[in-house]
């Protein structure tokens, strides 16, 4: 009899246990899957680009209160430097540094003055562009922005004096990068200058005004680097 009471009592016990194991088991929180952490992209937002610079300026001006009068400029190739930050994938401003020389020459009415003189010219352009990402290494984007471009070393050759004023205009640009691969590539560039700074100038003695429409078109190639 004890023998039986105590058998039962076993396996009461043993019941109880598994019971209870079962139930922790039920309870017991289940662990949520660890998130993959993001992608990271292995390239830099900085990126640079050196190229050859065409040059070519609108042969249009004026000085004011002589009729018929025009100008013209020289044109020039350059190498330039710009610096590119991405914000996005997409979005990124760029900011282009070069300098170039040119003459200025009299036309129509004021021809025979030949070549009024010469300046130098510093024109840094900063532009906010859209890069479109769906074509595989061939990557073109657009762009607009502002210009500020600064005149010195001026130097009077038939006129007496001239002093061409710093000015701002605005800046449209198209272009592409061919990536060879994530850091090196290709890249052609087509940039539309709106420029029409005032002058002042001194031919015989007499003190005259104008304005030079510039407007130049800056026409590049080059090697680009993202780091």
Same mark, same amino acid.
């Given at each position: 009899?004890?023998?039986?009471?105590?058998?039962?009592?076993?396996?009461?016990?043993?019941?109880?246990?598994?019971?209870?194991?079962?139930?922790?088991?039920?309870?017991s929180p289940v662990a949520e899957p660890t998130p993959e952490a993001p992608a990271v992209s292995a390239l830099?937002?900085?990126?640079?680009?050196?190229?050859?610079?065409?040059?070519?300026?609108?042969?249009?001006?004026?000085?004011?209160?002589?009729?018929?009068?025009?100008?013209?400029?020289?044109?020039?190739?350059? &190498?330039? *430097?710009?610096?590119? %930050?991405? $914000? #996005? +994938?997409?979005? =990124?401003?760029?900011?282009?540094? /070069?300098?170039?020389?040119?003459?200025?020459?009299?036309?129509?009415?004021?021809?025979?003055?030949?070549?009024?003189?010469?300046?130098?010219?510093?024109? &840094?352009? *900063?532009?906010?562009? %859209?890069? $479109? #990402? +769906?074509?595989? =290494?061939?990557?073109?984007?657009? /762009?607009?922005?502002?210009?500020?471009?600064?005149?010195?070393?001026?130097?009077?050759?038939?006129?007496?004096?001239?002093?061409?004023?710093?000015?701002?205009?605005?800046?449209?640009?198209?272009?592409?990068?061919?990536?060879?691969?994530?850091?090196?590539?290709?890249?052609?560039?087509?940039?539309?200058?709106?420029l029409k700074p005032d002058f002042d100038v001194t031919v015989g003695g007499t003190d005259l005004k104008g304005?030079?429409?510039?407007?130049?078109?800056?026409?590049?190639?080059?090697?680009?680097?993202?780091?």
């Open positions: 009899m004890w023998t039986r009471r105590i058998g039962a009592l076993a396996a009461t016990t043993a019941f109880l246990l598994i019971g209870q194991a079962a139930y922790a088991a039920d309870v830099s937002p900085w990126q640079i680009r050196v190229r050859g610079l065409g040059v070519i300026t609108n042969d249009e001006g004026k000085v004011n209160g002589v009729p018929g009068s025009d100008l013209s400029y020289s044109d020039s190739v350059i &190498p330039e *430097l710009d610096i590119t %930050y991405y $914000f #996005t +994938d997409n979005i =990124a401003a760029e900011l282009i540094l /070069g300098t170039t020389r040119a003459n200025v020459y009299g036309e129509g009415s004021i021809d025979g003055l030949g070549k009024i003189g010469s300046t130098w010219l510093l024109p &840094p352009t *900063l532009t906010l562009q %859209y890069h $479109f #990402t +769906d074509f595989g =290494a061939f990557k073109p984007y657009v /762009g607009a922005g502002i210009n500020y471009t600064m005149f010195y070393s001026q130097d009077a050759k038939s006129a007496d004096d001239l002093d061409i004023k710093n000015t701002f205009g605005a800046a449209v640009q198209v272009g592409f990068d061919y990536m060879v691969n994530d850091h090196w590539g290709l890249n052609f560039d087509v940039k539309k200058i709106f304005s030079a429409k510039l407007d130049p078109w800056l026409i590049g190639a080059g090697v680009t680097y993202r780091f």
